[in-house]
């Protein structure tokens, strides 16, 4: 029963990878659709993300049968418990790049960001890009150096959204109502996709080491 056991929670991780390099792939792509107006890559992104949802739907029923049949205590329980916690932000993470897909085939074919934008979603995009590889590779091989550069990242696209924000208020934005929604939008997607990955960075951190960092997803 305990090899059994083992394998269920090798399982649980292998699960998670799954899921967490389709996030990847989702995310590089719907960050490409919105800045360039690639209405074709937005809508496989839109149609692609059932996969996540039913992938983390799956992990949940294992994880949930894994505590019902073999009642894990400790360690064991909180890595259960921790990949239902992740697994939820991963999903979560899959949706956020879809709201972003979707903000890019809404206003096809004209961009969302404006020109005076489109540096700062861009480095968004590609910091969002880079923390979601980092968390992949972080879920496979618990290299926790990965979580502080996740951390140090997300503290760069939480500038770059104050700077959205700053830019939509300024007496020089020319932005139209529908426009400035958009962009607030889209930035806090942004925002919040980094901050679901740092969510997940310190529950891995605390499985490795027993040491708690600090609160979830601001």
């Known amino acids: 029963m305990r090899e059994v056991f083992q394998q269920e929670l090798r399982e649980v991780q292998?699960?998670?990878?799954e899921i967490s390099r389709l996030v990847v792939v989702a995310i590089t792509n719907a960050t490409t659709?919105?800045?360039?107006?690639?209405?074709?890559l937005a809508e496989q992104v839109i149609a692609e993300d059932s996969k996540i949802d039913a992938l983390a739907s799956d992990l949940d029923e294992?994880?949930?049968?894994?505590?019902?049949?073999?009642?894990?205590?400790?360690r064991d329980l909180r890595i259960v418990v921790s990949a239902l916690r992740m697994s939820a932000?991963?999903?979560?993470?899959?949706?956020?790049?879809?709201h972003i897909a979707q903000l890019a085939r809404y206003r096809y074919p004209d961009k969302?960001?404006?020109?005076?934008?489109l540096g700062v979603f861009s480095e968004m995009g590609?910091?969002?890009?880079e923390v979601a590889e980092m968390l992949s590779r972080l879920i496979e091989t618990e290299d926790l150096a990965l979580a502080d550069e996740i951390r140090d990242k997300d503290d760069r696209?939480?500038?770059?959204?104050?700077?959205?924000?700053?830019a939509v208020l300024s007496e020089t934005w020319a932005?139209?109502?529908?426009?400035t929604v958009d962009v607030t939008l889209a930035s806090r997607y942004h925002e919040r996709f980094a901050d679901h990955a740092v969510s997940i960075a310190k529950k891995v951190k605390y499985l490795a080491t027993g040491e708690w960092t600090g609160s979830g997803v601001r």
């Open 14 to 17: 292998e699960r998670l990878v």
């Open 33 to 40: 659709a919105f800045n360039e107006s690639d209405v074709a």
């Open 62 to 74: 294992l994880a949930i049968s894994i505590m019902a049949l073999q009642q894990p205590v400790a």
């Open 89 to 98: 932000s991963l999903e979560r993470m899959g949706d956020i790049a879809e």
């Open 112 to 117: 969302v960001a404006k020109d005076s934008l």
């Open 126 to 129: 590609a910091l969002d890009v």
């Open 157 to 166: 696209i939480d500038e770059l959204h104050v700077s959205v924000f700053e």
């Open 175 to 179: 932005g139209t109502s529908v426009n």
